[in-house]
T-cell receptor
Framework: NAGVTQTPKFQVLKTGQSMTLQCAQD?????MSWYRQDPGMGLRLIHY???????DQGEVPNGYNVSRSTTEDFPLRLLSAAPSQTSVYFC??????????????FGNGTRLTVT | AQSVTQLDSQVPVFEEAPVELRCNYS??????LFWYVQYPNQGLQLLLK??????LVKGINGFEAEFNKSQTSFHLRKPSVHISDTAEYFC?????????????FGQGTRLTINP
């Protein structure tokens, strides 16, 4: 049981480059989300999805795009990387968007550096 | 508005000593509270959760937390820590906003266990 899989684990980009962070889950979870983790700031929600074809913005969506064409996959796209996007990115999923007692399952993260 | 404050960014303790990691929240509505743990180079995992009922909640690895509504706190405790408890701990509040679950995380507390 793989759970939530994120690729790549590490990435270095130059300012202005674009890239896609991949996230896949094999638990048939309805809800998927992306967080960024920065020192002293905890985790902040970037975008989330409550099902295939449905996405919405979180706290810090600027500079990022998402799509949800299948239940399993939820890629995060950086359109034009900036040094402020240097961070550790986590994908997380849960089985229901409305079940408040549904814990989030996290991937192991992608460490992104933008120079 | 909803926020979570973890009062200590770092907590060093000796092995087999008790520990308390503090968390306060602000909310005008009923809340669901969580503690997550992040071991080095890994994603977050659920430690315990409070939904309703008994204010003392027991989690994995011998941790417990007490919900105190009057003090708006949800402190995490363990009577005797081990080296393996070295990790970062995040308090979080769950809200249902526009039909979707959103977790608001605290800034994190890094627990370091000294032999």
């Amino acid at each position: 049981n793989a759970g939530v899989t994120q690729t790549p684990k590490f990435q270095v980009l130059k300012t202005g480059q674009s890239m896609t962070l991949q996230c896949a889950q094999d638990m048939n979870h309805e809800y998927m989300s992306w967080y960024r983790q920065d020192p002293g700031m905890g985790l902040r929600l970037i975008h989330y999805s409550v099902g295939a074809g449905i996405t919405d913005q979180g706290e810090v969506p600027n500079g990022y795009n998402v799509s949800r064409s299948t239940t399993e996959d939820f890629p995060l796209r950086l359109l034009s990387a900036a040094p402020s996007q240097t961070s550790v990115y986590f994908c997380a999923s849960s089985y229901s968007r409305t079940a408040y007692n549904s814990p989030l399952h996290f991937g192991n993260g992608t460490r992104l550096t933008v120079t | 508005a909803q926020s979570v404050t973890q009062l200590d960014s770092q907590v060093p303790v000796f092995e087999e000593a008790p520990v308390e990691l503090r968390c306060n929240y602000s909310s005008s509505v009923s809340v669901y509270l969580f503690w997550y743990v992040q071991y080095p180079n890994q994603g977050l995992q659920l430690l315990l959760k409070y939904l309703s009922g008994s204010t003392l909640v027991k989690g994995i690895n011998g941790f417990e937390a007490e919900f105190n509504k009057s003090q708006t706190s949800f402190h995490l405790r363990k009577p005797s820590v081990h080296i393996s408890d070295t990790a970062e701990y995040f308090c979080a509040v769950s809200l249902i906003i526009q039909g979707a679950q959103k977790l608001v995380f605290g800034q994190g507390t890094r627990l370091t266990i000294n032999p």
